[in-house]
């Protein structure tokens, strides 16, 4: 049975939050999100527990501290390595791709230009880990 999860949001493009939760809101489960302007903001929500996420969902091009870096502080602390980060971006750079993957990325999304394409790929990551089963903190 589907779970409504607890969902840290990395963006720092002010429409693409509104535009997440917007989608969020149509969904069955009511989630839960905190949201971060950027890496370092997320690092300290980590830290406080103001959260803990069943999932982490961030973009790549971010200021203070980009996603690649953040994943890679993330990757390395033995508390949170293990919750699952997905990147949702608009970067097809192969380079990033790869990287993120090798630093130990869920998955990599990347965001259509078309509103209904865009729900279409949330509503299937949301319900793909609202059904998959995920190591508690």
């Given amino acids: 049975m589907p779970k409504a999860l607890n969902i840290l949001l990395i963006e720092d493009d002010e429409i693409e939050v509104m535009k997440f939760n917007r989608v969020l809101k149509s969904f069955e489960h009511s989630h839960r999100v905190v949201e971060a302007d950027n890496g370092e903001e997320a690092l300290v929500i980590l830290k406080e527990k103001v959260i803990v996420p069943d999932i982490i969902?961030?973009?790549?091009?971010?200021?203070?501290?980009?996603?690649?870096?953040?994943?890679?502080?993330?990757?390395?602390?033995?508390?949170?390595?293990?919750?699952?980060?997905?990147?949702?971006?608009?970067?097809?750079?192969?380079?990033?791709?790869?990287?993120?993957?090798?630093?130990?990325?869920a998955g990599y999304v990347l965001k259509p230009l078309k509103y209904e394409d865009y729900v279409d790929r949330i509503k299937k990551l949301i319900d793909y880990w609202s059904v998959n089963e995920i190591i508690s903190q």
């Fill in 57 to 105: 969902v961030l973009d790549l091009n971010m200021p203070k501290i980009s996603g690649i870096e953040f994943l890679d502080i993330l990757k390395k602390n033995d508390a949170l390595k293990y919750i699952p980060a997905i990147i949702l971006t608009t970067s097809s750079n192969h380079k990033d791709l790869l990287e993120c993957y090798r630093l130990g990325i």
